[in-house]
């Protein structure tokens, strides 16, 4: 199957098979996730996929394959957790760690991440550097305009505690 076969028949099929995987599997998004998956593999097979070898039954063999693996998988990390007694209940996070992401958010991801690995994870700038294959100039810089950053984006508490005196 040439390219262009293969983007033609993507298209003529992927609505059907994801309409039949849903009826399959009663759930849109984890349909329209294991079909896209099964393009994906697909795709580099495209050569022995020809049209009499029924390309569409291989791809929904392929789905349906991915959807029960998935399942075996959850149930099994269900089982998991039931066996090592971890509790149901999680407390959710606090006004800080929402002030937190909200502020963190807005950095960009290189700043995001090397402000969270240095002050969440606890790890020294070396640490960081050699984690994300970043020069400890680099790490340094982050961290300069991550806190330059944030200072703009969240209060003091300080500030907060001395105004509440």
Do not use: N
Request: net charge neutral.
């Amino acid at each position: 199957m040439t390219v262009e076969e293969f983007e033609q028949f993507y298209a003529q099929a992927v609505a059907r098979l994801v309409g039949q995987l849903y009826v399959m599997l009663g759930d849109l998004q984890e349909a329209q996730d294991v079909v896209q998956e099964a393009f994906v593999r697909g795709w580099s097979r495209r050569h022995q996929l020809d049209r009499d070898a029924r390309p569409e039954a291989w791809i929904r063999t392929v789905a349906w394959r991915l959807a029960v693996s998935r399942w075996r998988f959850r149930r099994r990390s269900a089982e998991a957790w039931k066996r090592s007694g971890a509790g149901t209940h999680v407390e959710g996070p606090g006004p800080e760690q929402v002030m937190l992401v909200a502020a963190l958010s807005g950095l960009p991801a290189q700043q995001r991440r090397t402000m969270t690995l240095h002050y969440v994870c606890d790890l020294t700038v070396e640490q960081i550097a050699g984690e994300t294959g970043q020069s400890t100039s680099t790490v340094k810089t982050h961290l300069a305009r991550g806190r330059l950053a944030l200072a703009d984006r969240m209060p003091d508490p300080r500030v907060q505690e001395d105004h509440d005196a």
